[in-house]
């Protein structure tokens, strides 16, 4: 059985994998998101490498192995399952559910997650719009843009909001800026400003720039033309 460091770093690695760079996560990056020493990083990467969960070499970074990924991935199924259990079925609010999920995604087995699953009704998305992986371990792709890469005035549908403090969540709340709303920039400030969005056509709000990065729409999709 994976122990519970073996299982956080797999799945930070994956997260911070860039699918379309040929070099691997460097070890500076994963210390700084562990908030440790860069030594302490690779000693733990020499033991992933010895037990062929990664690819590590010096100067090229640091890539997951086939089976690597498969426990790395069986980990963000099971935390976005937990999440959405914890919303759905124990009505925790979507701001509160990361940081429980953290804990129990290790105590919890394959077959408890796949019982809670079916529960759920086979979701195929955690409460932030996260794809859930499948049961084999495949992970559906999203074509979304950043909210900062969409004209002014085009209308469009949030669909994921990645990786925010619950600070952040809580504000989105009270301003009715979740999944599946309709969104519309009105204004953008220069110099990585703040943006003015309209929310489902009614209310005007503020989003720092930083976290309209984090906001993940769908493509706008192209006007049709007026019918004679």
Excluded at 178 to 188: A, D, E
């Amino acid at each position: 059985m994976a122990s519970k460091a073996l299982e956080d770093y797999l799945k930070i690695i994956y997260k911070l994998e860039d699918k379309s760079s040929e070099k691997g996560v460097q070890t500076s990056v994963i210390a700084e998101r562990l908030s440790i020493s860069q030594a302490s990083v690779s000693n733990m990467l020499k033991k992933l490498a010895e037990q062929d969960f990664i690819s590590y070499e010096p100067y090229y970074g640091v890539s997951l192995t086939a089976s690597g990924r498969k426990i790395a991935l069986n980990m963000i199924r099971k935390h976005r399952i937990l999440e959405l259990y914890l919303v759905e079925r124990l009505n925790y609010s979507w701001d509160e559910v990361d940081e429980e999920a953290e804990v129990l995604e290790h105590a919890v087995s394959d077959t408890l997650a796949n019982r809670m699953w079916d529960d759920l009704g086979q979701p195929t998305h955690d409460p932030h719009g996260s794809p859930i992986p499948s049961v084999d371990g495949e992970l559906v792709k999203q074509n979304l843009v950043p909210l900062i890469d969409i004209p002014l005035g085009q209308q469009v549908q949030v669909i994921r909001i990645k990786n925010r403090s619950p600070e952040e969540l809580r504000y989105l709340a009270n301003i009715g800026l979740t999944t599946g709303v309709s969104l519309t920039i009105k204004n953008m400030a220069p110099l990585n400003g703040p943006l003015l969005v309209e929310v489902e056509d009614k209310s005007l709000h503020a989003i720092d720039y930083r976290l309209a990065m984090a906001l993940y729409v769908g493509e706008p999709k192209a006007k049709k033309a007026n019918q004679k």
